[in-house]
Nanobody, 126 residues
Framework: QVQLVESGGGLVQAGGSLRLSCAAS????????MGWFRQAPGKEREFVAA????????AYADSVKGRFTISRENAKNTVYLQMNSLKQEDTALYYC???????????????????WGQGTQVTVSS
């Protein structure tokens, strides 16, 4: 069973950048399709980005396309989310999640991911 720990969140001004990391332990990360999700207060958890096991295929929510980049280093058991041109509406608790049931495809649904980290807070100020 994999354990996931996010880091890299913080307070940043609008237009700034942050890089989130998700470190895995317990199992090799290469066995998982990985996703990033976020949840703002009073809102449902929403899909942000996903990356297949090999890293060949990535997907993004329309709201972050062109600004965020998901990547993975399987040798380091780590997945990243580079966030540029941050907006106030990006403020949320960000989670990484792992899906062992897929390999070369991905899901946008949180229910498809069986393994979750505890989240890291991203706050974007004006």
């Amino acid at each position: 069973q994999v354990q996931l720990v996010e880091s890299g969140g913080g307070l940043v001004q609008a237009g700034g950048s942050l890089r989130l990391s998700c470190a895995a332990s317990g199992r090799t990360l290469s066995s998982y399709v990985m996703g990033w999700f976020r949840q703002a207060p009073g809102k449902e958890r929403e899909f942000v980005a996903a990356i297949t096991r090999s890293g060949v295929t990535t997907a993004y929510a329309d709201s972050v396309k062109g600004r965020f980049t998901i990547s993975r280093e399987n040798a380091k058991n780590t997945v990243y989310l580079q966030m540029n041109s941050l907006k106030q509406e990006d403020t949320a608790l960000y989670y990484c999640a792992g899906d062992r049931t897929r390999a070369s495809t991905y899901s946008h649904a949180p229910s498809s991911y069986g393994y979750w980290g505890q989240g890291t807070q991203v706050t974007v100020s004006s």
